[in-house]
């Protein structure tokens, strides 16, 4: 087990060191934060939150490690396709 702990704290500690000096302290809390997370989502093959935020302004399923992949960043959702999603008071 403290094989693997043991880069993870060791990348921890450098991101600690190397964002610290980039932004204000309340911001590097939360980029820090922001990171852990997405790194944790990554390793459990979930959609990271910015995979989220762009799923939810585009309507489609995005997973920025799809780039890295040379595939398609969103694809159309299908479970997201329901027409009365998109009508206005209009129609």
């Known amino acids: 087990m403290s094989n693997i702990l043991n880069p993870i704290i060791k990348s921890l500690a450098l991101c600690a060191l190397l964002c610290g000096c980039t932004l204000p302290p309340p911001l590097d809390v939360i980029s820090i934060t922001k990171t852990v997370i997405d790194l944790t989502l990554m390793a459990k093959d979930k959609p990271t ?5 762009l799923s939810k302004i585009t309507g489609k ?20 396709n329901d027409p009365k ?3 206005t008071r209009d129609n």
């Open 49 to 53: 939150t910015t995979d989220m935020m």
């Open 61 to 80: 399923k995005c997973r920025t490690i799809n780039i890295i992949k040379k595939d398609t960043m969103c694809t159309e959702d299908t479970k997201n």
């Open 85 to 87: 999603r998109y009508k």
